[in-house]
């Protein structure tokens, strides 16, 4: 596990579009029940644009940024060396299907503990317009025998 990488900010993903498919199948993986994950006119009904996507659908998008993370060479680690600890996000609003939402990655913090590398990963995702919808953030374990 290489501790420089500690500090370092990645270049923003290309623009995900939150396809209403893909929101009502993750709502069905994480047997999210709100009409507004399913239903179109339940959305519209509540205020919403589209169909509104659970709150841990981020998760799909913060994973185009630690694909980046893995995928560096002086990284120290492969995806096969992680164990993911724990998962926050902190939303200003919903993901809705239709947004098209870009992904920015900083790696914050890098602590040992056991052996094992404790890495936060904190992923902004924004809109194309540039405001903030979600900030995700991840504490992956990198084994100590990677």
């Known amino acids: 596990m290489n501790p420089e ?3 370092r900010a990645f270049a923003p993903t290309a623009p995900y579009l939150v396809g209403r498919e893909k929101v009502r199948e ?3 993986a994480v047997f999210a029940s709100n ?5 179109v006119d339940a959305a519209r009904a509540a ?10 659908f981020a998760i799909v998008i913060q994973q185009l940024t630690l694909d980046q993370l893995v995928a560096q060479p002086d ?21 809705v299907a239709g ?13 040992s503990l056991g052996g094992n590398a404790m890495v936060t990963a904190e992923t902004t995702i924004s809109d194309l317009a540039g405001e903030h919808v979600v900030t995700a953030s991840s504490v992956l374990v990198v084994r100590a025998d990677a």
């Open 47 to 56: 205020g919403y644009a589209d169909i509104v996507a659970p709150p841990t």
């Open 35 to 39: 009409p507004i994950n399913n239903d």
């Open 99 to 111: 947004d098209e939402l870009t992904a920015t990655l900083a790696v914050t913090s890098i602590k």
């Open 26 to 28: 993750f709502s069905r």
């Open 5 to 7: 990488l500690q500090g």
């Open 75 to 95: 990284s120290g680690f492969a995806m096969t060396d992680l164990v993911h600890g724990e998962q926050r996000f902190s939303y200003t609003r919903p993901i």
